[in-house]
């Protein structure tokens, strides 16, 4: 059974930090990309960071570039994203995805997901 499974959320105050992991299994996921989202109450599910099948390129979108970064280890299966000087607007439920997408920044193209890991920074 294919599975992907994130922890590391939590409730943490604004500045803070918090390492979110993702551990697959049922699969090989050593050749797809990774990739991070998060979706907010009342808001639609957005791109937040991916990585490469070998982890030579990662992409971010802007609101965390300098702050968030993702990470794989592939003997473990599992895709990490650590992220810094966390501000409120980074509360979210977070999920990660794998997959072959030709556009990393849309969730088509995942074809794998979890169930998401909730992240709440308070001000």
């Known amino acids: 059974q294919v599975q992907l499974v994130e922890s590391g959320g939590g409730l943490v105050q604004a500045g803070g930090s918090l390492r979110l992991s993702c551990a697959a299994s049922?699969?090989?996921?050593?050749?797809?990309?990774m990739g991070w989202f998060r979706q907010a109450p009342g808001k639609e599910r957005e791109f937040v960071a991916a990585?490469?099948?070998?982890?030579?390129?990662?992409y971010y979108t802007d609101s965390v570039k300098g702050r968030f970064t993702i990470s794989r280890d592939n003997a473990k299966n599992t895709v990490y994203l650590q992220m810094n000087s966390l501000k409120p607007e980074d509360t979210a439920v977070y999920y990660c995805?794998?997959?072959?997408?030709?556009?990393?920044?849309?969730?088509?193209?995942?074809?794998?997901w979890g169930q998401g890991t909730q992240v709440t920074v308070s001000s």
């Open positions: 049922g699969h090989t996921y050593s050749r797809d990309a």
């Open positions: 995805a794998a997959g072959r997408p030709t556009n990393w920044v849309s969730r088509r193209g995942y074809d794998y």
């Open positions: 990585i490469s099948w070998n982890g030579g390129i990662t």
